[in-house]
């Protein structure tokens, strides 16, 4: 199967909207924000830092970088600091704007890292390295300035820079968790990426009963909510989400763990903005905070890790599938390669004896031209099986590939077959001209489907033989049509012309692995081979095949 792939492409040139909903998105984060301040310009849930992390990594920081400055400066209005301090503004609004940058730079552009966390490697890397150490510098140098201009008192400098933390931290680690895994996949699809990844794998979907068992557990941890303390019994809501971790991985639990942090504290908070205390116990903000950190990172730590060995195991069971099925093919392709191979050497061998005691020149030169056919015909069965050999053991290669191009480089190259002249080839409806996709396997493909279309055309002499090679897009996919008015297969063999070693007949002059190699060379890059066929008219092969790099809106 074609594995993920990671290689950027280059950068986009953004759509004018792109910058537009930025604003409106953290401006609104920053409004939202203004509701859980409990201190001069601190505040435990701060959004627009949050969103920046995931925006950055989406839209790239060519948008999101100046618009999260300007924001915060003009937000710093909001946040306490008068007008006549104007001047204070645009100092305010460099800690996180030097959080959300260092985010980036240290996991995106010195790591590398994948910030749709495919891996616990990665996992831990976004928690260190774009979380957390910019997070620390962000928090520190926030502090710093409200203290040195006035707005806070250095005693209580500390307990201060303790508390945003925690706050920041599980605001804008609990929020980028699941976006960042659920939505890059789907702003991939819809060509919203700044830079473009050849794949970035979906995340898998919970069945029904799945879903049912987790609003059950959530509906639950609602009502431990009312009844029991957050602060003295965290660990029963860490249990939960634990079990969950295990019973469904890692998307499911990074929900979960938002979730608590929504129920626990955030709703109580705005309710309590509001003029509504809808719990009767009070709670230290602070051991909430922690608690909810904690648990924010116990919990996605163990549903990466559980995540990535339900991975490993299912990779393990198809690669043991994939090797019984190998080693089969293989017991199979040894017998039939021995024979294919020992058959046109003794022929020609024969050969070789009978010319020696011939006498007439007439009888040497047809019994050259018959060692002639055996050693082509070896030639060409010596080809597929290096043609085989290719596709199981060379890496995807993908490139951009020019279809006109490559089918009559393909074409140029079997000019010589027999009765080659007499076939009027037809590529006018190569509609889709380019496709990223492995030239080399590619071209197997079609090598081996033009050969056929070549090789089985009707030899009448009233007949007019044709082959027409033509492009379509359906959905994702991009469909090759190969057709042609030759004999066609019959509808009883249909299924088997894609079988290792089939032939038609015993006296069938192919070896029987042309198709059978273009089919398994179509199955490595995600695509399929099949057939339309009517015995005495003519024969269609279809090929689909993904285009393994998605066109970006951007551009």
């Avoid at 099925?325 to 020992?342: A, C, G, M, P, W």
Wanted: hydrophobic share 45%.
């Amino acid at each position: 199967m074609l594995q993920a792939l990671t290689t950027d492409i280059a950068p986009q040139k953004p759509p004018w909207w792109a910058w537009l909903l930025t604003i409106v998105i953290l401006h609104t984060g920053s409004q939202i924000s203004l509701l859980f301040e409990y201190s001069q310009g601190v505040t435990d849930y701060y959004l627009p830092t949050a969103l920046s992390l995931i925006l950055i990594n989406w839209w790239g920081p060519r948008i999101v970088l100046p618009i999260l400055y300007i924001n915060a400066t003009l937000s710093t209005y909001l946040w306490g600091v008068p007008l006549d301090q104007w001047y204070e503004w645009p100092i305010y609004a460099l800690p996180e704007t030097c959080f959300t940058f260092l985010g980036w730079l240290l996991f995106r552009k010195m790591y590398q890292g994948k910030y749709w966390l495919p891996d616990i490697r990665n996992l831990l890397a976004f928690l260190f390295l774009g979380t957390v150490v910019p997070l620390f510098i962000e928090i520190l140098g926030l502090q710093l300035l409200l203290s040195y201009f006035g707005e806070q008192s250095w005693s209580t400098f500390w307990p201060l820079v303790r508390r945003n933390a925690l706050g920041e931290f599980t605001s804008s680690f609990g929020l980028a968790l699941p976006l960042l895994y659920y939505g890059s996949h789907y702003m991939q699809k819809a060509g919203l990426l700044y830079e473009q990844h050849e794949s970035i794998p979906s995340s898998n979907l919970l069945n029904r009963n799945q879903r049912l068992e987790l609003i059950g557990i959530y509906i639950i941890l609602l009502l431990l909510v009312f009844n029991i303390d957050f602060e003295k019994f965290w660990y029963i809501y860490g249990l939960l989400s634990l079990y969950i971790a295990i019973r469904f991985g890692f998307g499911p639990v990074t929900f979960t763990n938002y979730y608590i942090f929504l129920i626990t504290y955030i709703i109580p908070r705005l309710f309590t903005q509001f003029g509504y205390k809808p719990f009767s116990q009070e709670f230290d903000v602070t051991n909430i905070l922690l608690g909810a950190s904690l648990l924010l990172v116990f919990a996605a730590v163990v549903g990466r890790v559980i995540t990535d060995l339900k991975i490993a195991e299912i990779r393990l069971q198809q690669q043991n599938q994939e090797l019984d099925q190998i080693n089969k093919e293989l017991d199979r392709f040894v017998y039939s390669v021995s024979h294919d191979l020992t058959a046109p050497l003794k022929s020609i061998l024969g050969l070789v004896n009978i010319s020696r005691i011939a006498h007439e020149p007439k009888d040497v030169s047809h019994y050259l031209s018959r060692i002639e056919q055996s050693v082509r015909k070896l030639e060409i069965f010596i080809s597929e099986v290096l043609d085989y050999s290719k596709n199981k053991r060379q890496e995807v290669n993908i490139e951009r590939i020019k279809l006109l191009e490559l089918c009559t480089d393909i074409l140029g190259n079997l000019k010589n077959m027999e009765g080659f002249s007499n076939i009027t080839i037809d590529l006018s409806n190569l509609k889709h001209e380019e496709i990223n996709q492995d030239k080399m396997r590619l071209s197997i493909i079609l090598n081996n489907l033009l050969t056929n279309a070549i090789k089985f055309q009707k030899r009448l002499p009233e007949h007019q033989p044709y082959i027409r090679v033509s492009t379509r897009k359906s959905q994702e996919k991009v469909i090759i049509e190969i057709e042609d008015n030759g004999e066609g297969i019959p509808p009883g063999v249909q299924d088997k012309i894609f079988d290792m070693f089939y032939r038609g007949t015993e006296n069938s002059s192919g070896s029987g692995l042309g198709l059978y190699i273009a089919r398994e060379t179509a199955s490595k890059i995600d695509g399929n081979i099949y057939v339309q066929s009517e015995y005495g008219k003519g024969s269609v092969f279809i090929v689909e095949l993904k285009e393994l790099a998605t066109k970006s809106v951007w551009s």
